[in-house]
């Protein structure tokens, strides 16, 4: 369960045996693991707690700021009125991440990605051409709402990728590399993981180091020759 | 190559709808049908019209979200195949492609090429579970089920529930769905205790919600992407049969509930 109550994260979004390596079939073996053993263990447990009178509210405060939110984003994606769909930001989007952001990446073009998300979210919100309403199936605005939270995520992504400087599993860091070509992990500093909090839109992210401690198994150099 | 779509165009359900023409830009034959779907809708907003509505997640051929009835044949040209998977190289340039939603009277049209599906939900919500035992996770294996339950179960449960049965009848009628979905519990240990009293409560709910009959016509498991053979709804109808004389000469319990 994660921070929300009733909030499970399992399954692919569940990084707890892979860190935060989406190669081969590391989110297939998460889905099997989950699936087989965590989860008829937690859901529903959970589930059968819970009563359905005790369900919260609609008209609960928590509910009416986050329903008065996603108000505020819809009519202000739909007031955009510009001249290019979605799909346009968005594979522009993938492109400064695939260039910048992949498997291997290095401080130069992560700071250039870190250049280029903020001026593309900005012409986003200045040039995206949303058709339709809000009072009816819109799929435009589906994908509208979606891609805006691609454009802060894509940029915190980065940013993550910039402090974390070393090579960790597949997020190789072009500086951080052994004699032999394999990842160099700087254990030192960056044995933990980095939990960003959302501080508010157009404030940095707070970082919270969540250390890694491990018991039983102890954190080795991987080289697969 | 260039094709030219008629699709059907409908703003809402209460609101008659008709088919419009458009004309793709040059396509690669190795776009599939809903990238296709995805440049179309492209031009049309740059152009300032509304993009067409049309359902999709996974494109894996796995989600059942995607639907569309393509030239006459709900998700397409292909034996087993849904329409995500389904690629342009299959058709030919300068083909005029008619493109409606899955017509059924139980799933009424939301906008354009999307229909609601939600009564297959309710349907599933009737009896589609198992009970099991909460707070820890039964031993893997602790229930032997033989090899040819497990098979046949397991071709049941390959129905990713897309209504392709349904569109594809002239009846309109769910039983292929219902019948993997009866067939995919009952034909498992996990399944027993609750066997009669599903079958019952999801054949009530499937004719509620208004689909038809069965004529043995056949043509669902023929559309059906996962390619359910029409036996499950054979099989169905004698779990039915069953539970119906069963229920009618089994004694209940003074202390019992509603349930059985």
């Known amino acids: 369960m994660s921070n929300v109550p009733g909030l499970y994260v399992l399954g692919e979004a569940n990084f707890s045996d892979h860190g935060a390596n989406r190669l081969g079939a590391s989110a297939l073996m998460q889905g099997l693991a989950d699936g087989y053993f965590v989860l008829p263990n937690t859901i529903g447990d959970y589930l059968a707690t819970q009563k359905p009178a005790a369900r919260p509210k609609t008209d609960a405060f928590e509910f009416q700021q986050a329903e008065n939110n996603v108000r505020g984003i819809v009519t202000r994606l739909l007031g955009v009125k510009g001249k290019q769909p979605v799909s346009h930001f968005h ?135 | ?122 349907i599933m919500q009737a009896g589609g579970f198992i009970s099991v035992r909460t707070g820890s996770g039964c031993d893997a294996n602790a229930i032997p089920v033989p090899k040819e339950a497990a098979e046949l179960a397991m071709d049941a449960a390959a129905c990713i529930g897309c209504g392709a049965c349904v569109a594809a009848c002239k009846n309109g009628s769910a039983m292929l769905f219902v019948g993997a979905k009866v067939s995919q519990f009952g034909l498992l240990p996990q399944g027993q205790p609750e066997r009669e009293q599903r079958v019952l409560a999801m054949v009530k709910q499937m004719d509620a919600e208004g689909f038809g009959n069965c004529t043995n016509y056949y043509e669902c498991s023929a559309v059906c992407p996962k390619l359910i053979s029409h036996e499950f709804i054979a099989r169905m109808n004698r779990d039915y049969l069953k539970a119906v004389l069963r229920t009618a000469f089994t004694p209940t319990s003074t202390n019992a509930s509603a349930a059985g």
């Not at chain 1, 254990?187 to 890694?212: I, T």
Request: aromatic fraction near 8%; proline fraction near 5%.
């Open chain 2, 1 to 122: 190559m260039k094709v030219k779509l008629k699709v059907w165009r409908q703003k809402d359900a209460n609101t008659p709808g008709g088919f419009n023409e458009y004309e793709t830009p040059d396509v690669n034959p190795n776009m599939s049908f809903l990238e296709m779907l995805d440049v179309v809708n492209d031009e049309l907003t740059v152009k300032g019209e509304e993009p067409i509505a049309f359902d999709h997640d996974c494109r894996e051929g796995i989600c059942g979200t995607c639907s569309l009835v393509i030239n006459g044949k709900p998700h397409g040209p292909h034996r087993g195949v849904a329409t995500c998977q389904t690629y342009l190289r299959s058709f030919h340039d300068g083909d005029v492609i008619t493109v409606e939603p899955f017509r059924a009277k139980p799933f009424p049209v939301i906008k354009d090429l999307v229909v609601n599906r939600k009564a297959f939900d309710r």
């Open chain 1, 91 to 225: 594979k522009r989007l993938g492109k400064i991440l695939w260039n910048g952001c992949g498997m291997a990446r290095n401080a130069v073009g992560l700071r250039k990605a870190l250049a280029e998300i903020p001026a593309l979210r900005e012409e986003y919100w200045q040039n995206v051409n949303v058709p339709g309403d809000g009072g009816t199936l819109n799929q435009s605005l589906e994908r509208a709402g979606r891609v805006a939270d691609f454009l802060e995520l894509a940029e915190l992504l980065c940013l993550d990728a910039l402090e974390r400087d070393e090579s960790c599993g597949c997020h190789f860091r072009e500086e951080h590399v052994d004699a032999e070509g394999e990842c160099l992990r700087n254990d030192e500093q960056f044995a933990h993981a980095a939990a960003w909090e959302y501080q508010g839109e157009g404030r940095a992210p707070l970082l919270n180091k969540e250390p890694l401690v491990y018991e039983t198994v102890h954190m080795a150099k991987r080289n697969y020759k």
